[in-house]
């Protein structure tokens, strides 16, 4: 399968509870590239690359998240490779300070 890139807005109890290190460990895991940030709103943002499948796998586990989260909502849409840009050098997943 070819890859693709998604951008997902999280919306519920998902700051402070760890969910953005476990966004972090979640798409390590499988290899994905992107990032993962707090957004002043109370939301998480998130930008996942890879084989299609892969990706949506990974949100699918986005809309529980670890156990001490409460997931309300997912908004995502299909976004280009520039999207990645915002990545620290060097990294194929950056954990970025809060917008």
Not at 7 to 35: C, D, K, P, T
Not at 64 to 72: F, K, L
């Amino acid at each position: 399968m070819s890859d693709i890139v998604r951008h997902i807005f999280v919306r519920g109890r998902v700051q402070g509870v760890g969910y953005r290190a476990w966004i972090e460990g979640e798409a390590s895991a499988r290899n994905l590239e992107g990032w993962v940030r707090n957004r002043k709103d109370g939301s998480v943002e998130a930008v996942f690359a890879g084989p299609l499948d892969t990706v949506e796998a990974m949100i699918a586990k986005c809309h529980y998240g670890p156990s001490t989260a409460r997931v309300d909502a997912i908004d995502d849409k299909i976004d280009g490779r520039d999207a990645l840009h915002a990545r620290h050098p060097g990294e194929r997943f950056s954990v970025l300070s809060t917008i």
